[in-house]
């Protein structure tokens, strides 16, 4: 390989070049590039790829093209920079602020307004760990609306959930079943039940669910589906918070509130960032989630009101700083943790934010990071102690972050994002092998509408599977079940009797199964064979 490449790097450049006209003198060019080196260590590579592929100077390429071009490369050299490089070619083809929108919190209230219905439920679909349905208990409050919730999961949970829809749909109040996708199989009944209703206009029905294979596709289609995936970084994780809580919440006396607000989004970002990093970041997945974030809200407002007593300023050093440290570490964050170093390292990071210090200039939130603004090396709290002054630090802060800011190795943000560049890769090809089987299995040809494509050996790839697993089955299975012993004795025992007649049941059921795996291998074979009958379309 050339000096500057790993085996790894040249084997990736080698397979590009063979693979596109356009990158075919790839190696040559990298060979004459005498930054290559530099670009290769940079921390973004993305931001200036070098053009080391060929072009017409008469016609240039276009811009999503151009993007193309650089996300091949930077998967080639620099395949921990690919999830950056595909968010540029997102940008180029969609436009700029298609990305931005991510960032932005979903106005569930006028979706509720404007997309639903009575007979449209909405699916509140969301990662594991984000739990979407306290926004549907904010819109209600907020728009003043009655609203029952019911957990899902338990034989009681489906009763009182079949009565609350019952109930609701004569008075046009709203229900909410969360952790659906706990009950696939009842959400089939509950799609058939909708169906039947003739509810009040004012009836709503949210479904929160994590996103599961096994969600019913016809409730899927019959809703309106909202996804909630949480972009990464800091910065998007302080932003959420802030659109979360109110201003008026943040804005209350004292004046110090709003910089004990910001605290605590700074360490609630911290906590769930340190997520992606498993098992680095922490020991296992623990779910923080808004509902951590909401009580412990809660609990600030209750000790600071209970401290300040009505007054519009609290010295740093009156504010409850142990009682804080402690709910929030042992109960409220700490109380999901039951690993010992865990909560040591949750513990570390309470006592060195929520402290009297934090109200100083010059406050270093976290020390010895790569990215922070100026000199250095450690990103300070802002000045200020209104929410708006908190709001524009936020929003000047990178998008880019580094592990540093977690507090941990700079190298596991390439390791982790090495991992996300391949697992993108590969359900991109997933895709396209879809899209292929389908294309494969039948093509719909203008002089013959049956007419089959053939490409290797013709079949998709859940055929060949079938194939497979009805042979390996054909394999195990007895040929014929071996009978009991009939004499003149035991035919008089109806025991025996009872018996008897099983295994005769068992013997049908065996020969039904072995001829029906037989008539499935052949229906692959003549697939296989290229000649599909009338009557092997009728059974399929």
Known sequence: PLPPLTHQQHDAAARLSSRLPEFRRLLEKAGELPELSAWLAQAAPEQCVPTLWDTEPSAPPAPHSLAMYRLLLIQAFRPDRVIAAATQLVGAVLGGGFMARAETELELAAITDTQLNATTPALLCSVPGYDASGRVDDMATELNKPLSSIAIGSAEGFNQAERAINTACKTGRWVMLKNVHLAPVWLVQLEKKLHSLQPHPNFRLFLTTEISPKLPVNLLRAGRVVVFEPPPGIRANLLRTFATVPAARMMKAPSERARLYFLLAWFHGIVQERLRYVPLGWAKYYEFNESDLRVACDTLDTWIDATAMGRTNLPPEKVPWEALVTLLSQCIYGGKIDNLFDQRLLHSFLCKLFTPKSFEADFALVANVDGATGNQRHITMPDGNRRDHFLKWIEDLSDRQTPSWLGLPNNAEKVLLTTQGSDLVSKLLKMQQLEDEEELAYNAAQDDPNAIVVVGDGRPAWMKTLHQTATAWLQLLPKE????????????????????????????????????????????????????????????
């Open 481 to 540: 079940l071996p009978t009991l012993r009939r004499t003149v004795e035991n035919i008089k025992d109806p025991l025996y009797r009872f018996f008897e007649r099983e295994v005769a049941a068992g013997a049908a059921l065996l020969q039904q199964v072995l001829h029906d795996l037989r008539a499935v291998i052949s229906i692959c074979q003549v697939i296989h064979d290229h000649s599909l009958s009338d009557a092997t379309l009728n059974m399929f």
